[in-house]
Every structure is written in C-alpha cells, then in structure tokens.
C-alpha cells in the first residue's frame, strides 16, 4: 500500500484535555475547540473521544462544522453537549441552528438583531472583541445593546486574547483589564482564554476555557502528549553516485555515494514545498534528511545512514513533533495539523476510542485500531 499512515492517539488527545483541565480550578468548566473539522484530525470522532471524557461544551468556526458534530455527537440544544459557533448568526443559517440546536455566539449588534428576529427564544452567546480586532462586539456596539441583550439571558459571554502564546506582552493584560470592565456586573458565564490563556493562570480562565491546539499536542502547551504520527511508504530506494542530483530542478547533489529513498506523501497531502532539502524523517531515532524538491506525491530523502531501509519513514512523531515541522517550514503547528491531507490511511489508536467508528474527512470509514 502507497498510502501514507496517519495515526491519531485518542488517548493522548484526552489525556492533553484533562492535562489542561486540571490547570484551572474545579469550578472552570474545560470545553473542546473542534473547528476545521478537529484542527484536521476528524471533529466527529475527536469530539466524541472528549465528550465521553467529560467536555460538555464544543466549539466549532461555522453553523455547517456545528450540524456535522451535531449529527456525530447526538443530543440535543437542551440535553447538550452544547455546539457554539464562532462565526455567530449569519444570514442563512437560521434553519441550520435550530434544526441542529447551535449556540451561535453573536459578533455585531446586526448578528443580534438578525437573531432576535429569526430566531427569538433560541439560545445564544455573545463575542466581545477586547482588542484583537478581529470578531465581535466593540465596547462602542456593546454598551448600547448590552441590556437588550443581557435581558434575553445569553448562555456565554466571551472574547479571544491575541497575544497568549506571549505571555511577557501587555496586550494580555489589557485585554483582560478590558473583557472584565465589559462584562463587569454581568451575571452570565464568561470565557476568555484558549490553550494559550490557560497557560497564563487562573485570573484568565473565568468559567469556562477554549483549548484548542493544546489538545491536538501542539505549542504553547508544551507538555502536550503527541497525538499524531505521520507514517510514510518507501516505494523504491536506489544508489547514487558523486555528482548525481535529485528530484525537479535538480537541486540536491551527492557529495559522496548515497543511498536516496523515495516515499509516498507530498505537498498535495500537506507536507509543505518549504521543506525541501531542509525537512527530515525519521526511523526511529535515526534522522533522515530530505534530498531534493518535495514533489506532488513523493518526497526523496537521504538513508545512507540507516543499516537497513524499513517499510516506512516518520515526517511526525515523537522525534519530530508538529511545531518543529512548522518551524522548519516557516509556519505554525495549527497550519501543519490542518494541512494533513485526504490521502492517508487514517488510524485512531487507543482504549478513549476503541468503539468510535465514523466517515473520516474524505468519506471513508475510519478504522479504529487499538495499538
Ligand atoms: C481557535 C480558537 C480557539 C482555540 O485556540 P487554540 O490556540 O487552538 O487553543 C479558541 N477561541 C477562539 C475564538 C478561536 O478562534
């Protein structure tokens, strides 16, 4: 089989998940952020693992992501888990929230209106924007809607912090200085901080936490167990000579005889072009440097080191986590994760997932193997 390996640990995930739980008090309620359909790895099945855990609360960036984890989860806007929705109420998707019992956080006072007026009595959240700039309500639409909107009783008051991977930086603590004045005498459950505030301690965390990457064993948790291994097939190894070259424009020539090994995975399954003669993989402990261009489908790599070719190659494990990746490859752990491709052979490990069983991201039944 040409298919790369892509492995996703259910226990680690929910191990990360109580990890980051037990860094808030007892009363902070930890929720699961599952948007991008679970950061790549599957939000149905991710969400399911977390819910028999013990989250309650799941949030997700569309209305569509929401009635996807809806029909995965099961339950109801009464019953929960709860669904949020970032992107709050849209102009459509009324249907799409009731019919799947979503709790849209609202962005603007248009989104409230809209709300009211499509869907009066549905619950709702609100989103603050406490200076990131980027989603919803600033002091100035705030302060005229607060009491018309407090006064429909919203189920959650929230805002996002910026900077919380940078915990030195002021913006944190204006940012908190300014969510707290503009939730001040409130009365309704408030959240501020995802994996990177939880990190920052206790005066962040409110009622209830937003972690996402942490989850998924990405930076800023660092203590994360890793989650995800990325297994790619060697489909043919060759010996090259002193002066022989590698892959689309020939851009890696061999110093000395070489053995290059070519596996199955390329930048049409996530595994970036910048990682081109400078990335690695590994067997074992052993690393192998990338030789050559990343190509569409295969990545060419340099084994001389290994006394015996195995069937397969790490891009990820525990020698390589997502964040080296990501620095390597000038970008972030989260961009990694949620480039994965729909080419790999998706494999969920462990006893938090022995009996979840759904459609992977490309349709396919996802077998569920316990290691
Ligand atoms: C993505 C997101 C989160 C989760 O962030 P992580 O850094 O992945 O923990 C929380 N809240 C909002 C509003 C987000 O957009």
């Known amino acids: 089989m040409a298919k790369g390996i892509l492995s996703i640990d259910l226990d680690a995930l929910v191990a990360n998940w109580r990890a980051l739980d037990r860094l808030s008090a007892g009363s902070v309620e930890t929720g699961a952020v599952v948007k991008a359909d679970g950061y790549g790895l599957n939000a149905g099945i991710v969400g399911k693992a977390l819910a028999r855990a013990g989250a309650r609360r799941f949030f997700v960036a569309l209305a569509e ?74 002091p100035s639409d705030w302060a005229p809607v607060r009491a018309a909107a407090l006064a429909q009783g919203p189920v959650l008051i929230m805002s996002h912090l910026a900077c919380s991977d940078e915990p030195h930086l002021g913006q944190n603590r204006a940012q908190l200085d300014t969510f707290r004045q503009m939730t001040e005498g409130c009365n309704v459950p408030r959240s501020l901080s995802a994996t990177g505030g939880i990190l920052l301690g206790p005066e962040y965390h409110f009622d209830v936490t ?78 192998c440097p ?17 006394p015996e070719v195995p069937e397969t190659l790490d891009l990820i494990c525990p020698a390589q986590g997502v964040d080296r990746i990501a620095d390597l490859a000038g970008t972030i752990g989260y961009e990694v994760l949620t480039q994965l491709g729909h080419r790999y052979e998706r494999r969920y490990l462990g006893e938090a997932g022995a009996d979840i069983a759904s459609p992977d991201a490309a349709g396919q039944p996802a077998p569920v193997t316990t290691p």
């Open 65 to 138: 992501e929401g009635a996807a984890l809806r029909q995965a989860l099961g339950g109801s806007l009464d019953e929960g888990p709860q669904i949020l929705v970032f992107s709050g109420h849209m102009a459509g998707d009324a249907a799409l929230l009731r019919d799947h019992g979503l709790v849209p956080m609202l962005n603007s006072p248009e989104q409230l209106s809209r709300h009211l007026q499509f869907l009066p009595g549905h619950a709702f959240g609100v989103q603050l924007d406490s200076g990131m700039n980027r989603l919803g309500m600033e």
């Open 290 to 306: 990338l030789a050559g261009r990343v190509s569409m489908d295969l990545l060419t790599v340099d084994v001389s080191a290994l």
């Open 210 to 287: 937003r972690p996402g990457v942490g989850l998924y064993g990405g930076a800023p948790f660092t203590r994360a167990e890793p989650v995800v291994r990325l297994s790619l097939p060697v489909i043919q190894v060759r010996n090259l000579t002193p002066g022989e070259t590698v892959g689309y424009g020939g851009s890696w020539t061999a110093r000395q005889p070489t053995r290059i090994a070519t596996l199955s995975g390329g930048y049409a399954d996530g595994i970036t072009r910048h990682l081109s003669n400078i990335g690695q993989v590994f067997a074992g402990d052993t690393p």
